[in-house]
């Protein structure tokens, strides 16, 4: 279904992703997300992860996992840009808010370990008294959901701040 989707010269890529998102079977359905192209697809997840619709945001958390997780498998470089694109969109001086950043990176993590390795401080350092402490309070619960997720996966990760979990 997707890939006749895809071919509809006709339709935006973000129309047509949105519907990969829309989608019932969404998570049984997920590896087909790799038929899009990489860079629009990870630009426009972005974008969906501050959806006010619940379930398109759920579902682009799992798609940026899932497309992130399978690029650092090639290029850990490339994965790791797009965890700082996320950093930066929780600072206060990227002019972003940052709705999605903390729940896609720890999805990211709970993927991919070696980036779990490298980037769980960051999320931990959002709840915690310090320079990087989100004063927002709903990003602060994003992080929080964020932790969680990381938490079922790499539970040693997030002892320090299990408490607040």
């Known amino acids: ?83 700082r694109r996320f950093l930066w969109s929780l600072n206060e001086e990227s002019g972003w808010i940052g709705w999605g950043s903390a729940e896609a990176m720890a999805e990211i993590m709970a993927r991919n370990k070696e980036l779990a390795q490298e980037y769980y401080k960051f999320l931990i350092s959002y709840i915690s008294e310090g320079d990087n402490y989100l004063l927002f309070e709903d990003l602060r619960e994003e992080v929080i959901l964020g932790l969680k997720r990381l938490s079922q996966v790499h539970p040693h990760l997030v002892n320090e701040v299990s408490h607040l979990l």
Do not use: W
Request: glycine share 2%; hydrophobic share 45%; net charge positive.
């Open 1 to 83: 279904m997707i890939l006749a989707l895809y071919q509809h010269p006709m339709r935006s890529f973000r129309k047509q992703l949105l519907q990969f998102l829309e989608q019932e079977d969404f998570e049984k359905n997920l590896t087909l997300i790799y038929k899009f192209p990489t860079q629009k697809t990870i630009n426009a997840l972005f974008a969906f992860l501050c959806s006010p619709d619940k379930k398109i945001k759920k579902n682009a958390t799992i798609a940026m996992g899932e497309v992130v997780s399978k690029i650092a498998e090639t290029d850990m470089d490339y994965a790791r840009d797009i965890m």
